[in-house]
């Protein structure tokens, strides 16, 4: 039923009602995938902040636990935080008991535990609360088992002062505060949030890296809320961030969208996967979206990876999660090869689900300036996509998408490098019924975009200036 509610996502989590931000506490055990978010389940804007928690064993579907997992009590509001799963009993909650660290946000934001011994079917507070407390407003816990150093290891935004500290414990209730990172470094236009701390390889060769997540608002490349990241090196005390060849630390973004905030990633996940999601909104404008008893959904899953870009820097991709190709349907359209010139070539997106989709084309710019892609609806309303193979960029235009008025800072073009080998260009857009997202070139980039058409898109088209470009394995899949 709720499937017929406006602007409701087919594919995307959302809460079955309220408002929900930033995603919490995601931890994988036992082949389910937890995902617990900043939920109000009272109301459609940013108050009474509990977890909600959903869960699914194959990141697409999700049960969702009808009262919240984590309620607020004497010390303040449930903010975000992080979960973790205790193999050893370190901190006496049991054995694989998952163990939860959130911000109490109440006259100030202190950090606080909880346990769950069942699975997350019920979680404990521990009544030793609070396990650290600063005199300066710091939140979002998030913590992970470092098998070197044979330590918890806890990053904290230090918020205001624009920094993560870095703690380390034996048992997850005595911290101890080991550096401070990120002073002056990368955009320091707004808070610092939301932090996460991961080692991952470096394709095609034998180094490996960590990433420092750090979500910032405002100060994002189109405004409002953005992730930024570094790349560098962690010996379990101190993160040492990688410098260009100048000995600046450039700043680097997850997500080229408007709609991409406050992602971090599953604790635990097998096969050695760095699978993150985000909350698909900006602080600008989430609480004036025109959606009516939710707000807000999270992105697709993704699986994080590390590349190395022609400039020699090492990059995060964000690939598509695998379980993402069980939701292809029937191909509508399934083109081998075509020319793409001045005069537009259409194709309809499909008439189930309200034109949810997944397209798939490989774009041979040749010597063409701009190849354009533009989803339409018989209203006028549309998003227009353009990738210019001279600047390396992919630009994204929900200026006419639809509803756009309900604040000023929603009309916008954002725009991404493409990060490819060479001139060519392979797409994988997720279309669902107020959101788009753009991966290119394997997640190489990735813009996440939030959309409101008074009816669906029903047609893709496809063009290019000053001569012609080939399109390839052209697919537009419907959604199962
Ligand atoms: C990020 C954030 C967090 C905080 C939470 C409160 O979006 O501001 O820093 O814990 O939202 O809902």
Redesign the pocket.
Known sequence: TTNREKYRPIYHHTPIYGWM??PNGMVYKDGVWHLCY?WNPYGSK?QN?SWGQSTSRDLIHWDHQLNPAVEPDGLGMI??GSSAIDTANSAGFGKDAIVTMY?SAGTSQIQSLAWSDDNGATYNKYPGNPVITLESEA??PNMFWNDETKLWTLVL?H?LDHEMLIFTSPDMKEWTLKSAFGKGLGSQDGVW??PDLFELPVEGSDESKWVLLC?I?PGGPFGGSATQYFIGDFDGTTFAPDRDASGNVPTKWMDYGKDH??TVSFSNAPDNRRTVIGWMSNWQYAAEVPTMQFRSANTLPREVGLFKGNDGQIYASSAPSPELLSLRGKAVTDVKSIKAGTKARNYNLPSVNDGACEIVMDIEPGRTSDVTLTLSNHKGEKVMMAYNPVEETMSFDRRESGVTDFSQDFPAVTVSPTFGKDSRLSLRIFIDRSSIEVFGNDGRFVMTNLVFPTTPYTTLSLSADNGKAKINNLKIYTIK
């Open positions: 931000n930033d900043q940013w902040l903010f975000s911000t939140r979002d935004a918020a949030e939301c979500n608002n905030y406050a």
